[in-house]
């Protein structure tokens, strides 16, 4: 609340007053009474310290329970996924009283990628909303996260944006033995309210109560090298214990009261003292107020007055100028502003009549697009739908409009940005939803939801995956029996072989290997595209991968007669990744520089570590891809011009490239179509790897 000139003066005068009590307060407490009872000191110190110990008993009872959860096999498998483990694990402990069971305030699950798995807060209040500061991604939980892992444990006394305090405790994730490795981080926190003081002050037998560093400033430092003992104005004496929080910073005050006998006189004198102080300040006060209004604030009520009195509707009235004092500056800026803000509405009123064509364009757009569009507000609540949206969705507008957006689309995830298009099924259809995340930042939470019907895509699409998936099962076993025959012939197992009969068994060899070598980059190709492959990912240094693939590859490398070479002393590479499939992408890339390597060539491969990723460089000195074939070569069987003298299937690239947008990076090539082709692909580095 704003206050005026004369509230502010009398609220300098007040402060002031309030200064020299206190400093009265204090000549009385620590000159003429410094000695006095030193019983009562003590017995109100015990009181403080019992208190204070609560405080720790309490947070090794909530980092106890946490054990009993943090290290079980169902919490254990339930981090592992959805599943019947998941699901059971939910009926029967995330029910809807769990935190009031255990009278917790929040309950969090961390994954092992240091993301949110699942959230639930309840505040003393009963409400469900979540605690801010405690959410997932917030620097508390990740510090707890981080303590956790490093520690095995992390427990203590925390303060929230908002000031209350809390008991919070976390631990990694184990089995009920308390093996590994860790499957997340789990955190409990438990409020420190007014139920959890009376219970405390109920056990204590004594009243106990909380208090904010701010509302006793001048007894923090005391308090941080042991027990504040005052007097309240009550004559109660009065005992502060400093309680810490998680990393050893002050973080409230504990105060317990005791009555005690303080003689008459010496609260006489002490009154005596505060009446005459505030008497001063009285007559103090009437003098600075008459004095103000005549010399200050008259002129600036006349000067209000005038301003109250300018009208809407009379853009040319101004306010009088007198003399060449302050106020006289005020009005003339004031008249300075009226001036722009007649120039502001001019322009606002062209601004409005462009906005309202722009606005019909966009209506009839929206009535016209095949696609269906829908705009929600902060709160998630349908503002706009288009009439492809009512189709797609089978909802009339009274259906859509006005609706969460959970109502609309109860099939849809919760999204915030460019996770891409999500498909869901509505009357037998699929629809790809697609989330807009500019308006999220930028206007107050509103989103647009885009909608389009993909269903004969899809269906052409999987019709196409479970041909070649068919084709390809039932290829491999009759393979796999040819080549087992072919090697049975090449042992000798069916008699001795002529050498015609020997060059026709190893050529049938060598085209069953690359019959099985196509039918199992077939299946490879099918399951990425299906989207069913899960990544395990972990930190990975691609420095050793590289070496390890380089090394493998290096008899095909001189039988070529090409140089295979790498940085020995590279510096580490880390990139969170899984390394299984991230070094079949490398040996697919370092295979193609050897095979379209010249003669005495050379391939080198290197990685490199930057801010946010890891780049792997494949550079060969062979015929080159000419530009207008270097994003073709990532399409399904398609073979380069010049290839056809290596073989090859037309697969490894497109696997590779489906393996690294797995991964959230990229792929690509560089070359001039005449001297060397350079390959590169990059992975993320591990979240908070710096």
Same mark, same amino acid.
């Given at each position: ?453 993909? !269903? ?88 050793? !991968? ?135 692909? !990059? ?8």
């Amino acid at each position: 609340m704003a206050l005026s000139l004369r509230r502010k003066a009398g609220l300098g005068l007040l402060i002031l007053g309030l200064a020299g009590i206190l400093a009265l307060v204090a000549f009385h407490r620590f000159v003429i009474s410094e000695q006095f009872d030193r019983v009562e000191h003590a017995e109100i110190e015990r009181d403080a310290r019992r208190a204070a110990n609560a405080i720790d008993v309490e947070t090794t009872r909530l980092d106890l329970l946490l054990y009993d959860w943090s290290s079980w096999d169902d919490t254990y498998r339930f981090m592992d996924g959805p599943g019947s483990a998941f699901d059971a694990y939910v009926e029967s402990n995330l029910v809807d009283d769990i935190l009031e069971s255990l009278q917790l305030g929040a309950l969090i699950y961390i994954d092992r990628a240091g993301d949110s798995y699942f959230e639930t807060w309840r505040w003393p209040s009963g409400d469900m909303a979540p605690i801010q500061g405690l959410e997932a991604e917030s620097p508390l939980v990740t510090e707890l996260v981080r303590g956790a892992q490093r520690f095995d444990k992390t427990c203590g006394v925390i303060l929230l944006p908002n000031g209350q305090p809390m008991l919070v405790s976390a631990r990694p994730i184990l089995t009920s033995d308390d093996d590994g490795p860790a499957h997340g981080t789990l955190i409990m926190a438990r409020w420190l309210d007014d139920d959890f003081i009376a219970s405390l002050s109920e056990s204590l037998a004594t009243p106990i109560r909380f208090e904010p560093l701010a509302s006793e400033p001048d007894i923090v430092e005391r308090a941080s090298e042991q027990l504040a003992i005052a007097v309240t104005e009550n004559g109660e004496l009065n005992g502060q214990a400093l309680v810490r929080d998680i990393n050893g910073e002050p973080a409230f005050l504990i105060e317990t009261n005791q009555r005690r006998g303080i003689n008459s006189l010496r609260n006489q004198v002490l009154w005596l003292g505060v009446a005459a102080i505030v008497a001063t300040l009285g007559v103090t006060g009437v003098m600075v107020y008459f004095g103000a209004n005549v010399l200050l604030l008259r002129p600036m009520l006349r000067l209000r007055g005038e301003l109250a009195e300018l009208g809407a509707d009379e853009e040319h009235q101004r306010v009088t100028v007198r003399g060449r004092d302050e106020i006289a500056e005020v009005a003339g800026a004031v008249n300075a502003m009226l001036n722009r803000l007649a120039e502001s509405a001019a322009e606002q009123e062209r601004l409005t009549i462009a906005a309202s064509e722009q606005e019909e364009v966009a209506r009839t757009a929206l009535l016209e697009m095949g696609e269906g569009f829908l705009a929600f507000d902060a709160s998630g609540n349908c503002l706009i739908s288009n009439p492809a949206a009512g189709r797609m969705l089978q909802k009339s507008p009274d259906e859509i409009l006005g609706r969460h957006i959970t109502q609309i689309l109860p099939a849809a995830r919760p999204s915030e940005t460019g996770d891409g298009p999500q498909v869901i099924e509505i009357g037998g259809r699929s629809l790809a939803i697609t989330r807009s995340a500019s308006l999220n930042r930028g206007r107050g939470g509103r989103s647009v939801v885009v909608l389009r019907d993909v !269903t004969d895509i899809l269906d052409v699409e999987r019709l196409k995956r479970d041909i070649i998936s068919t084709v390809s099962h039932e290829l491999r076993t009759p393979l796999t029996s040819i080549r087992a025959t072919v090697e049975l012939f090449q042992d000798g197992d069916g008699g001795a072989l002529t050498d015609v009969q020997s060059r026709m068994v190893s050529l049938l060899s060598r085209n069953t290997d690359r019959l099985l070598h196509i039918v199992n980059d077939l299946l490879a190709l099918t399951t990425l595209e299906s989207g069913a492959v899960a990544l395990r990912r972990e930190e990975t240094d691609l420095s050793v !991968t590289i070496a390890r693939v380089v090394e493998d590859l290096q008899p095909s490398a001189v039988a070529a007669g090409v140089t295979l070479e790498t940085d020995g002393n590279a510096e580490p590479a880390v990139a969170w990744c899984d390394e299984p499939r991230i070094r079949h992408v490398i040996e697919n890339l370092v295979q193609n520089a050897i095979k379209f390597s010249l003669p005495d060539g050379e391939v080198y491969v290197s990685a490199r570590a930057g801010a946010h990723e890891v780049t792997v460089t494949v550079t060969d000195q062979g015929l080159g891809i000419m530009p207008a074939d270097q994003q073709r070569v990532f399409e399904k069987f398609y073979r380069a011009p010049g290839s056809e003298r290596v073989g090859g299937t037309g697969l490894g690239l497109p696997i590779a490239k489906l393996i690294v947008d797995l991964h959230g990076g990229r792929i690509w090539i560089e070359s001039d179509g005449a001297s060397g082709t350079t390959a590169r692909f !990059t992975v993320p580095s591990p979240p908070g790897f710096a």
